[in-house]
């Protein structure tokens, strides 16, 4: 499984765009990256996936480089609501059983 | 409304007694996990499966038993060997077939165990 780095904290306020990123320097050619939001005493939830260059969808943005060393999560405009952990998972696109959920980067947000 | 429903939603255990976590979803996934998480901590998986009836150990799965007689069902029981039990345990669903890229999982709103 490719080991991932990403900040244990972040803080923001509100408005601003918001971007954590995660290194994942031995990615392997068939990994997908995965970006769950988990709030305070829930399950965690599906953000964003990608496989390469950026993906768009109405919560959030993924840039994924060319060398898909690393990839970046982008929040526009941030809210109270954004404040929570946010984990980068990288693993095959079948191997739902392998996922490891590291400690994420706690995101807090400013009025 | 589809989804994964776990309960309770809060749980206490005595000394020495087995309790089990119950974890229902009726998205027609094939595959079910478990998970526990401590304060501040990210999650590790204690068992999953992936078919009915055949279950596989995650990192975690000492003091804990699980089984899947049915699609929908995979309860967690947590048992009297399981030393330090206090945690948020967390079930996930999964579709495992089909587009290749879909590795995700999607959770219940977790049962929080104490010891009293």
């Known amino acids: 499984l490719a080991k991932t780095t990403q900040p244990i904290s972040m803080d923001s306020y509100e408005g601003q765009e918001v971007n954590i990123t995660c290194s994942h320097n031995?990615?392997?050619?068939?990994?997908?990256i995965t970006w769950y939001q988990q709030f305070p005493s829930q399950g965690p939830r599906f953000i964003i996936q990608?496989?390469?260059t950026k993906v768009t969808n109405e919560v959030a943005s993924l840039f994924i480089p060319a060398d898909r060393k690393s990839s970046t999560l982008s929040l526009p405009r941030v809210s109270l609501s954004d404040t929570a952990v946010y984990y980068c998972l990288v693993a095959k696109g079948n191997a739902g059983n392998m996922l490891t959920f590291g400690g994420g980067t706690r995101l807090m947000v400013k009025p | 409304d589809g989804g994964i429903t776990q309960s309770p939603k809060y749980l206490f255990r005595k000394e020495g007694q087995n309790v089990t976590l119950s974890c229902e979803q009726n998205?027609?996934?094939?595959?079910m996990y478990w998970y526990r998480q401590d304060p501040g901590q990210g999650l590790r998986l204690i068992y999953y499966?992936?078919?009915?009836?055949?279950?596989q150990k995650g990192d975690i799965a000492e003091g804990y038993s699980v089984s899947r007689e049915k699609k929908e069902s995979f309860p967690l029981t947590v048992t009297s060997a399981q030393k330090n039990p206090t945690a948020f345990y967390l079930c996930a669903s999964r579709k495992s077939v089909g587009d290749l890229a879909k590795n995700i999982q999607y959770f219940g709103a977790g049962t929080r165990l104490s010891v009293l």
């Open positions: 990608g496989y390469k």
């Open positions: 998205l027609n996934h094939d595959a």
């Open positions: 499966s992936q078919i009915v009836n055949d279950f």
């Open positions: 031995n990615i392997a050619t068939n990994d997908y």
